[in-house]
């Protein structure tokens, strides 16, 4: 089972970006979906970005299409913010998909290896 660890998190004010990178520790990320998720507080957690190393296709929240980007290599999947809003506050946790040839039609539940969390904080 993967293993990954996000880094990146900051405090921002509104309509600047951050960078954020998952890693996974312990296997390379070969034909793997990986996700980017947020949950704000007091709401439900929400998946912002995936992209797969199967087929590299990705996928966006219609929240932050135009705003945010994502890239994948070897081990790492980095989540490019830019033009960043209060509104995207939250703890980001990036998941995998523990099965080599996932793609990003995977559902929530399939995302069964999450990381610890980064906090982004976007305030005046």
């Known amino acids: 089972q993967l293993q990954l660890v996000e880094s990146g998190g900051d405090l921002v004010q509104p309509g600047g970006s951050l960078r954020l990178s998952c890693t996974a520790t312990n296997f390379p990320l070969v034909r793997h979906a990986i996700g980017w998720f947020r949950q704000a507080p007091g709401k439900e957690r929400e998946e912002v970005s995936c992209i797969s190393s199967t087929d590299y296709q990705t996928k966006f929240a219609d929240s932050v299409k135009g705003r945010f980007s994502i890239s994948i290599d070897a081990a790492t999947v980095h989540l490019q913010m830019n033009n960043l809003k209060p509104e995207d506050t939250g703890i980001y946790y990036c998941?995998?998909?523990?099965?080599?040839?996932?793609?990003?039609?995977?559902?929530?539940?399939?995302?069964?290896?999450w990381g610890q969390g980064t906090q982004v904080t976007v305030s005046s």
């Open positions: 998941a995998a998909v523990n099965y080599v040839g996932s793609t990003c039609a995977a559902g929530f539940d399939e995302f069964t290896s």
